[in-house]
Structure formats: structure tokens, C-alpha cells
């Protein structure tokens, strides 16, 4: 437990973006990150959204679903890139090559995500 | 076609021996050896063919008759096939150890020859005569090979898949001897058909042996070697050009030598090596036009490879999706019960929608599903008295993208309605009118009519979320829900024109005819 309110104490009040299209899946990884203490915005569903708030949004971390309404969040993730914004990306896509090869070195998660692996991969992009 | 081939194989045989016989008793010789100076086939001999082309016949005949019936013409096929081994192990033996009994003779004895001296033919009837009418070992064999060769085909394979046929094999080695006569005589080689007693097969025999095996070969075209020969796969592509072009390639080449050489065009060694050049050039373009169709069968199968890694994929991309959408539902639909009993009931409530939703978009192939359909399943099918329920409006084939999330917004609405609205125990009158404007974009108007006045209509926290979600966040329509008097009432505005996204489910949707 104590591991547990340290780690809470570490994200508590951070601004994450959440870019995911689907619903339930948004609403349940929004109500997690709300659990950790986060204060989130989103979920996002299109491209343009995405990349606006990106650009003009002052986030401490982002969490991107690959495929989104528009296309990819490769955009969003340049976006973020260029504000220094640390961000990962969360997949149900076991393919490689949608998104483009500068990338690669984003950590990736696999869909479904548990609530411990978001904590885990927050904490570890905002290092 | 096959049993068709085999009887005709049989039949024709059975002709030629006929025609032998008739050639001994009339005493002509073109009948029993063509030419004058070939060697003749022998009584015995065609009274052994004959046996076996009524063992092919017998054959033929049941595989077209009923199961009980076909045991009786097997045996008797078995029994006419056994009769012709008999025959050729007696020549055999005989030519081994260097019997001289009257059995050899006793044929010609009976049609009134005398067994040392043949009338009518001068030359002993290419040794016939001294022989007493008795076979080459060359026929004998040949007999021996086809005889095994039809009682092996009687014979349930014992073991099924086995690579090597023994009857096969036998069935192989007649067509080796045949053909060798043939081409003897083809290529005016008279080792092979005169003079040398014990090596000679008269014409009509060989002929005979030739077409034996292939009708033999022919009565089983799903098995063993003719199984190759008859698939549809490369495989028997390629064994049936090279057949082809083994038989008829060296065949129409030594047509041609005969003829060339007879008439003085060529001489026999520049036609010789014209013959080998030719078959040559000949297996060279088998070769090739078999190795191009190989490739291309190949590569279809490449693509054919490739189309279903994709699928794999992607059908790997929707479980996934799947169930974290499932994992997803679970929690928050956990979050807002208020007991272990409620979630059990709103959760796999919400699960069956699920599965109904998926169930209709496989049952499409995953290319749309009709708005009405949508509309039947997650509503009209729900409610016991389906004339509470009103429809109205032009049938939309939905894209699977829209439809999964038009069907969790519509199973939403209509478990409310069943709870707490027009569709409750209380009575009412559910009206839902769609339309697709001019825009491409899907119009669905859900009016509630209670019957009675009403205060609130409770719609559940998560329940109205989802629905809004759906519509409003999955769609990126616009959503206007209010409680009126008389209930809820609810519109959609959901566009259709396909959005663009990274995965392979966004399709055109396509206007249905009234």
C-alpha cells in the first residue's frame, strides 16, 4: 500500500491527454487515470482534436491509441515531440509499419491495459 | 468417363482376341499376325487376354452395381483374371524347365492343327510351329503382370495411404513389355518379335497387353498413380503434359521416321538423330510451359498467403479491441452498481447486445449490417407485443464500424424503455422514424409515448453516458435527448460518409431499394 500512495502521490495532479476512440475503452483508462490522481482530458477520438489540443494544450503526459478516427496519432505524437511532452502509445495492432519508423522508440502497450502497467508506463515516460 | 475407358479397353481386346481365334480356325494368317513374316499370337495367348478383358469388363460392370451385388462380380473378375496367371506361370514354367507336354498344343490340337506341322504357314508361324503353340516367356509375363494386376485391384487396399501400389507396379511392368513390342515393331527392331522364341510378342498381343493396362489403370481413377494423373492440383497438371508428351512425342516421331525412310527423305541414322533431337526439344517445352504453370500456381498461392496473414491480423487488431472493449465494459459498468446482482443483469445484458450486434456483422461478413436489422434485434425482438413498436423510414445498409456502435446506443435506449419507459409493463407505444438526408448522413428520431403522465423518466448514469459516447464520441454525430409528458424522446444525427482510420472496417455503405 505504501508503494501504492507513493506512486499516487507521484501523479497526482499531473494533466494527461487521452487520445482513444473507442468509448469504453476511453471512459475506462480515463476513470484509471482518475484513480491515480490524474486530472485528464479526453478521451479524444479524431486526429484534428487530438493535434489541436496537442498543440496548444500544456500537458506533463499523453496516452495515444494508434488508430484513431482520421488515421494514425502520428501526428498527435509529433505534436507532443515538439513540445516536449512525453507520451506512449496504447494498441490492439500487433502489426509493425503504421506508425512511421522515427517512432519505433516509443514505448508501446498492448491492449487491454490494467490499471498497475498505466501507473507503470506513466511513471516511466515522465522520468 | 473412366468405367468407360476400361470397358472400352476390354472390349476391344476381347475383340482382337476373338478375331485370333477366328484367324487359327480360318487359317488366316493376316488375322493372327497382321504382317506375313510377324511373329502370330497364339491360341492359349488369346484365350488368356480374352480372360483378363472379361476381368476388366467384370470389373467395370461392379463398380456399377449395388454393394451387395459387386462382391459376386469382383469374384468372378478375380476368378477370369486367375485363369490368365494360370496360363502364363504354366508357359513359364514350361520354357524354364523345358517341358514338352500337349497343353501348349492342345488348343491347336482342338481346331484340328497337328502341334509340329502348321498349314499355312510355311515359316512355323515365327516359331510357333516347332514350339507346339506355345507363348514367349516375354507374353507370359506380360499375362502374369495384368493378371496380378486386376486380382490386386479386387483387394480392398489394405493400407490406406501407402505410397506403392504392388498391383501398380505389375500393372507398370505389363505396359513396359507391351510398349518395348511396340516400338519394336515400330522401329522394324526384330529381335524383339521374331526369331527369338522365348523373347517374341506377336502384334496383336502387345497391342492387347497395352490397352489391358490401361483399362485396368482406368478402373481406379481415384487411386494410387491414376489419383496423380486425375487431381486438379500442379501436381497432375504436370503429370499429365509429361504423360502426354512421353507417349505421343516419341510416337509421332517414329511415324514419322517410318514414313520418312520408306520413302527415301531421310536416312535412317539422320532420322534417328532427328527422333532424338525432337523428343528432346519436345520434354524441353513441356518442361518449360509446366514449370511457368507451376510458378503461377505459386505465386496465387503467395498472395492467397499473404491475404490471410492480413486477415490474421486483422481479425487478431478486433479481438483485441474486443476485449478491452469487454474488459472496459466490465469496469465501469462495476463502478456504478450498486449491487453484485445489478452488474450480474446490466453487464451480461450488455455483453449479449454485444454478441447479437457481432453475430450480425459476421453473419455480413463483416461488410454492414441493415439499420432495420439493427432495429429488429436490439428492440422489436426484446418486446413481447411487437405492435408496440413502430418503424418508419428508408432501410440503410450500416458500415461495421457504425452499426457495433449504433447497436450499443439502441440496446441502451430500449433497455430504458423497457425498465422505466413506453415499453414497460405499464403500456406505451415506442415510435422510431430514420431517414438519410442528401448529406450522408442518418437521421434517427426515437419518440416514447407512455400512455400516461409521467414526471421523470429515470434513464440510469452510465446508461445515457453510453449512449452519448457512442454517438457523440465513436460517430461524431450529435445527440438531443429530453424527457417530454409523454416520455423520452431522442434524436440521432449520425454522418456516414466513411471517416479515415488506420483500420480495414471502414466500408462504403450502400442505399438499399425500398
Avoid at chain 2, 499370337?41 to 480374352?50: D, E
Amino acid at each position: 500500500m505504501t508503494f501504492g500512495s507513493e506512486a499516487g502521490a507521484e501523479l497526482r495532479g499531473k494533466k494527461v491527454l487521452l487520445v482513444e476512440d473507442n468509448f469504453l475503452v476511453g471512459l475506462s483508462m480515463k476513470s484509471m487515470l482518475r484513480d491515480l490522481g490524474c486530472e485528464v482530458t479526453g478521451p479524444i477520438a479524431t486526429v484534428d482534436q487530438a493535434r489541436g489540443l496537442a498543440q496548444q494544450g500544456d500537458f506533463n503526459a499523453a496516452v495515444l491509441d494508434v488508430n484513431i478516427i482520421g488515421g494514425t496519432s502520428a501526428d498527435v505524437a509529433n505534436a507532443l515531440g515538439e513540445k516536449g511532452c512525453p507520451f506512449f502509445f496504447v494498441t490492439g495492432f500487433a502489426s509493425k509499419g503504421v506508425l512511421p519508423e522515427d517512432l519505433a522508440g516509443v514505448p508501446r502497450f498492448r491492449k487491454p491495459v490494467d490499471e498497475q502497467s498505466l501507473r507503470r508506463a506513466l511513471e516511466q515516460a515522465m522520468q | 468417363m473412366f468405367a468407360l475407358v476400361a470397358g472400352a479397353c476390354g472390349a476391344t481386346v476381347l475383340a482382337i482376341a476373338s478375331v485370333v481365334w477366328l484367324g487359327w480356325l480360318a487359317q488366316m494368317r493376316a488375322l493372327v499376325s497382321v504382317m506375313h513374316d510377324w511373329a502370330t499370337m497364339k491360341p492359349n495367348t488369346a484365350t488368356a487376354l480374352a480372360l483378363l478383358a472379361m476381368g476388366v469388363l467384370l470389373h467395370a460392370v461392379a463398380g456399377r452395381r449395388a454393394a451387395a451385388w459387386r462382391m459376386w462380380w469382383t469374384r468372378l473378375a478375380i476368378g477370369a483374371s486367375s485363369g490368365a496367371i494360370l496360363i502364363g506361370a504354366y508357359s513359364v514354367a514350361a520354357n524354364i524347365g523345358g517341358w514338352t507336354s500337349r497343353i501348349d498344343s492342345f488348343a491347336l490340337e482342338v481346331i484340328g492343327y497337328d502341334s509340329d506341322e502348321i498349314p499355312g504357314f510355311p515359316d512355323g508361324g515365327g516359331g510357333a510351329g516347332r514350339l507346339g503353340g506355345r507363348m514367349s516367356n516375354a507374353t507370359a509375363v506380360a499375362l502374369i503382370a495384368l493378371g496380378l494386376g486386376l486380382v490386386g485391384l479386387g483387394q480392398k487396399s489394405a493400407k490406406r495411404g501407402s505410397r506403392f501400389h504392388w498391383h501398380e507396379a505389375c500393372l507398370v511392368v505389363a505396359m513396359t513389355i507391351g510398349l518395348l513390342a511396340l516400338m519394336g515393331y515400330a522401329f522394324d527392331a526384330k529381335l524383339l518379335y521374331q526369331f527369338k522364341p522365348f523373347v517374341t510378342i506377336s502384334f496383336p498381343t502387345c497391342l492387347s497387353v497395352l490397352l489391358l493396362a490401361v483399362g485396368t489403370f482406368s478402373l481406379r481413377p481415384d487411386g494410387g498413380a491414376m489419383s496423380i494423373l486425375t487431381s486438379d492440383l500442379p501436381g497432375g497438371v504436370f503429370a499429365r503434359r509429361t504423360l502426354t508428351a512421353a507417349l505421343l512425342v516419341p510416337l509421332i516421331g517414329v511415324l514419322a521416321l517410318i514414313v520418312g525412310t520408306r520413302l527415301k527423305y531421310l536416312e535412317p541414322e539422320f532420322g534417328i538423330m532427328l527422333l532424338a533431337t525432337m523428343t528432346s526439344l519436345g520434354f524441353a517445352i513441356v518442361g518449360m510451359a509446366t514449370a511457368r504453370a507451376l510458378n503461377r500456381a505459386e505465386a496465387s498461392r503467395a498472395t492467397v498467403d499473404r491475404a490471410r496473414t492480413s486477415l490474421m491480423n486483422e481479425l487478431d487488431h478486433r479481438v483485441k479491441n474486443n476485449l478491452a472493449a469487454m474488459l472496459a465494459l466490465a469496469d465501469l459498468t462495476s463502478r456504478e452498481a450498486e449491487s453484485l446482482d445489478e452488474f450480474r443483469s446490466t453487464f451480461l445484458g450488455r455483453v449479449r447486445a454485444m454478441a447479437r450486434a457481432h453475430e450480425a456483422l459476421a453473419a455480413s461478413r463483416w461488410e454492414g449490417v441493415r439499420l432495420g436489422r439493427i432495429l429488429d434485434l436490439m428492440v422489436s425482438e426484446m418486446v413481447d407485443d411487437p405492435s408496440r413498436v413502430a418503424l418508419s423510414g428508408q432501410d440503410v445498409m450500416l458500415p461495421a464500424r457504425v452499426s457495433q456502435a449504433l447497436c450499443a446506443a439502441i440496446y441502451e435506449l430500449a433497455t430504458n424503455a423497457l425498465k422505466y419507459g413506453a415499453l414497460s409493463g405499464r403500456g406505451g407505444r415506442l415510435t422510431i422514424e430514420h431517414e438519410v438526408d442528401g448529406q450522408d448522413v442518418l437521421h434517427v428520431r426515437w419518440t416514447e409515448d407512455c400512455n400516461e403522465e409521467i414526471f421523470i423518466t429515470p434513464v440510469d448514469g452510465f446508461g445515457i453516458h453510453f449512449i452519448r459516447g457512442s454517438i457523440t464520441h465513436e460517430l461524431q454525430g450529435d445527440l438531443k435527448m429530453g424527457f417530454e409528458r409523454q416520455g423520452l424522446r431522442c434524436e440521432m444525427r449520425i454522418p456516414l460518409e466513411p471517416h479515415q482510420k488506420g483500420c480495414a472496417d471502414i466500408q462504403t455503405f450502400a442505399r438499399l431499394p425500398q
